[in-house]
């Protein structure tokens, strides 16, 4: 058994807790960006979205009655004959109604949902948060501290107060014996 350990790259072990540094910076920055990406994306659906929809179905339902009352005016007028363009305005005027409806449905929809489908998954990412900031701190401080001891190891010098090993007898000749 050797008298002292043979350690190699102390500056591995260093390397390593640099990179493992980086990379717990590296994801706490993309967890920060997808957690601010799940906020932002909860306030437009709760707000922006609502409130767009819901000013873009007062509008198109003015512009359906306007269109209507046009179809109206142009059926009453007896200059006229169909009254095809009013007719098609009216049609399109009430599609596009019918379609923003629909997407405050759908918006409606997914306010329901987003709790639901984004709480495990939000809960799941504070733990991996959680987990670099307390585990890797303590993942962190132990290679500092393996570090340290291995450098204070390479530094003492070989004990020189031991006695020299003994020499044990190997398969060699035999002593001669000698006389008194």
Do not use: C
């Amino acid at each position: 058994m050797p008298d002292r350990a043979r350690v190699t790259s102390i500056e591995a072990i260093e390397a390593f807790r640099n990179q493992l540094i980086l990379f717990r910076d590296r994801a706490g920055r993309v967890l920060d960006e997808v957690s601010e990406h799940l906020t932002r994306t909860r306030n437009w659906l709760e707000h922006d979205r609502q409130s767009h929809w819901q000013n873009e179905i007062r509008r198109l339902q003015r512009q359906l009655e306007q269109r209507q009352q046009e179809l109206f005016t142009a059926q009453l007028s007896a200059l006229r004959g169909t009254p095809l363009a009013e007719q098609m305005a009216v049609q399109r005027a009430r599609q596009a109604l019918e379609t923003a409806q629909e997407r405050a449905r759908r918006v409606r929809f997914w306010q329901q949902q987003f709790e639901p489908r984004v709480q495990p998954l939000a809960r799941q990412i504070e733990k991996l948060r959680n987990h670099l900031h307390q585990d890797m701190a303590r993942a962190l401080a132990y290679l500092t501290e393996v570090h340290r001891a291995l450098i204070a190891y390479t530094e003492v010098p070989p004990d020189t107060t031991t006695p020299p090993r003994p020499v044990e007898p190997g398969p060699g000749p035999a002593p001669t014996p000698t006389s008194p």
